[in-house]
T-cell receptor, first 113, second 113 residues
């Protein structure tokens, strides 16, 4: 069974530029999560989807961050414009029957210069 | 304020000995606890979990102990192997329909041959 796929794995951009991350969850997993992980910290939830519906986006900074999950499968997380403080690893995870046991992708490491 | 705390940033043990990783929490609404393992450049991988109705859960070399009155849990790895060297994250959720996982900062375990 293929795991959670994320791309790109690494991204370097200048501040004020836009950036987008893509996630393909495990087949059949209807719940998808985006997490932010700063250096030396644990992952922090940004947004959770149940199928195509964002059911928890309370931690998503909506002034510059947006996300979508069209057709309830793949998902894209966008930052526009990026700031220096956005440098972090962005993790995508998915789950099915057990929401506590989430399967994580390898993450996208973003560096904003 | 950190609701899940891993106070030891790192731990070093000899191969074959026991590794004990500790985690404390402050939110009394947490009722499900998990441990994730993370290798460099990979996403966290689910390791073992425990519900608040239990005080112990065992899976092979890994055992998680929960002390609700002390709001403390620990992960025991016996015997430790060099391949266990990774960052271990403790996570907790409030259960029910709240799927949000709150992570600690992680503990880097190094198992020396």
């Amino acid at each position: 069974e293929a795991g959670v796929v994320q791309s790109p794995r690494y991204k370097i951009i200048e501040k004020k530029q836009p950036v987008a991350f893509w996630c393909n969850p495990i087949s059949g997993h209807n719940t998808l999560y985006w997490y932010l992980q700063n250096l030396g910290q644990g992952p922090e939830l940004l947004i959770r989807y149940e199928n195509e519906e964002a059911v928890d986006d309370s931690q998503l900074p909506k002034d510059r961050f947006s996300a979508e999950r069209l057709k309830g499968v793949d998902s894209t997380l966008k930052i526009q414009p990026a700031e220096l403080g956005d440098s972090a690893v962005y993790l995508c995870a998915s789950s099915h029957n057990s929401p506590h046991e989430q399967y994580f992708g390898p993450g996208t490491r973003l560096t904003v210069t | 304020d950190q609701q899940v705390k891993q106070n030891s940033p790192s731990l070093s043990v000899q191969e074959g000995r026991i590794s004990i990783l500790n985690c404390d929490y402050t939110n009394s609404m947490f009722d499900y606890f998990l441990w994730y393992k993370k290798y460099p450049a990979e996403g966290p991988t689910f390791l073992i979990s425990i519900s608040s109705i239990k005080d112990k859960n065992e899976d092979g070399r890994f055992t998680v102990f929960l002390n609700k009155s002390a709001k403390h849990l620990s992960l025991h790895i016996v015997p430790s192997q060099p391949g266990d060297s990774a960052v271990y994250f403790c996570a907790a959720s409030e259960g029910g329909s709240n799927y949000k996982l709150t992570f600690g900062k992680g503990t880097l375990l190094t198992v020396n041959p």
